[in-house]
């Protein structure tokens, strides 16, 4: 059984930092894009970063370029590096698994974890 477990959310004030971290097991995803996406109250889910195993491609929004890193380890976790966080970033953060190379559609992810809350406060 494919299972995503995000940790690492929590509250913190704006300029302040948080890692979130997905472990992946149930199968393997050595040729699979892992992302992370986030959705606020009342906001459609959106694309955040995303990168393949060992770290030979990623990809960010726009809104977090510069702030956020996205990497992965051990072909089995995935971590989201958040600096310089804004009130605009408090959302559920969810970490999302797809075969192949990087997309930023959330219909084209297959796995999906449970949710991290993040709050950022002003």
Request: glycine share 10%.
């Amino acid at each position: 059984q494919v299972q995503l477990v995000e940790s690492g959310g929590g509250l913190v004030q704006a300029g302040g930092s948080l890692r979130l971290s997905c472990a992946a097991s149930g199968r393997t995803f050595g040729t699979y894009a892992m992302a992370w996406f986030r959705q606020a109250p009342t906001k459609e889910r959106e694309f955040v970063a995303a990168v393949t195993w060992g770290g030979f491609s990623t990809r960010y929004a726009d809104s977090v370029k510069g702030r956020f890193t996205i990497s992965s380890a051990n072909r089995n976790t995935v971590y989201l590096q958040m600096n310089s966080l804004k009130p605009e970033d408090t959302a559920v953060y969810y970490c999302a698994a797809a075969p192949g190379a990087i997309r930023t559609s959330d219909t084209e992810y297959q796995y999906w974890g449970q949710g991290a809350q993040v709050t950022v406060s002003s």
